[in-house]
């Protein structure tokens, strides 16, 4: 069975910053991308920020030049360091992972619980 756990998430005042972590376990095998989602009340999932298993990464016009997403492919941990926050980035925050698990032959996407984000003053 395969988990994703996301950490991080709390209250900010605009301007601020905050880390968000993921960590995956299991009987993984490989992972190829891994990234973040958010949903703010009332609209769609959206993607922020994505990250392939060579480094490549792709975000979202929204967060571009404010969000960092990073890994560390040994620890299967995805990272998104959040600057200049601003209240519209308020949401929950979804991990996602592209993995293959033990007794697979396809990779599959697997989600995290979701931590909450909220800016404001």
């Known amino acids: 069975q395969v988990q994703l756990v996301e950490s991080g998430g709390g209250l900010v005042q605009p301007g601020g910053s905050l880390r968000l972590s993921c960590a995956a376990s299991?009987?993984?095998?490989?992972?190829?991308?891994m990234g973040w989602y958010r949903q703010a009340p009332g609209k769609e999932r959206e993607l922020v920020a994505h990250?392939?298993?060579?480094?490549?990464?792709n975000y979202a016009d929204s967060v571009k030049g404010r969000f960092t997403i990073s890994r560390l492919n040994a620890l299967k941990m995805v990272f998104l360091q959040m600057n200049s926050l601003k209240p519209e980035d308020t949401a929950v925050y979804y991990c996602?992972?592209?993995?293959?698990?033990?007794?697979?032959?396809?990779?599959?996407?697997?989600w995290g619980q979701g931590t909450q984000v909220t800016v404001s003053s």
């Open positions: 996602y992972a592209r993995l293959v698990t033990a007794g697979s032959s396809s990779y599959a996407d697997y």
């Open positions: 299991g009987s993984i095998l490989s992972i190829n991308a």
């Open positions: 990250i392939t298993n060579g480094g490549i990464t």
